[in-house]
């Protein structure tokens, strides 16, 4: 039996065609994590305004819809370039991330905390108002981003 040459016994990869599928995907994970922690936070745009005794200013929303709305545009370049499976996949991996973000606070806000944490954290927000707001939130990705 002859013996296996160098190139038999190098490493052998699986070859993918060149693209940005990776890239998007990522970037499609980036803004639909990003934008469910700062929905936690309520913003205002604009002063006190009333037109007819109906206030038409501010306008209120939380911090998850400055990108969110982007995360709906990548879903729609992910469905139209590769494909309902592709954008498909991109979802459910975004979902799964989200699962993961959530179990982690979960188990976080679980834990002991450290013994000067209260000392620390007196002018920050609480630990748990965030953590319960984004556990709220999490369930409903998967419905808007479809």
Do not use: H
Request: charged residues 15%; contains cysteine.
């Amino acid at each position: 039996m002859p013996s296996p040459s160098t190139a038999d016994r190098s490493a052998r990869f699986a070859t993918r065609p060149p693209g940005v599928y990776d890239v998007v995907v990522a970037l499609f994970c980036a803004l639909l994590l990003i934008s469910n922690v700062a929905a936690v936070k309520l913003i205002q745009f604009g002063p006190d305004i009333e037109v007819l005794g109906f206030p038409v200013l501010p306008i209120i929303t939380d911090g998850g819809a400055l990108l969110f709305p982007l995360t709906y545009v990548l879903g729609d370049v992910l469905a139209e370039v590769y494909g309902w499976r592709g954008a498909r996949r991109a979802i459910v991996i975004g979902f799964a991330v989200s699962v993961l973000a959530s179990a982690t606070f979960l188990l976080v806000g679980a834990a002991p905390p450290a013994d000067d944490w209260g000392t620390r954290m007196r002018s920050r927000p609480s630990w748990g108002s965030c953590r319960g707001s984004w556990l709220r939130r999490w369930p409903a990705t998967p419905s808007g981003s479809c």
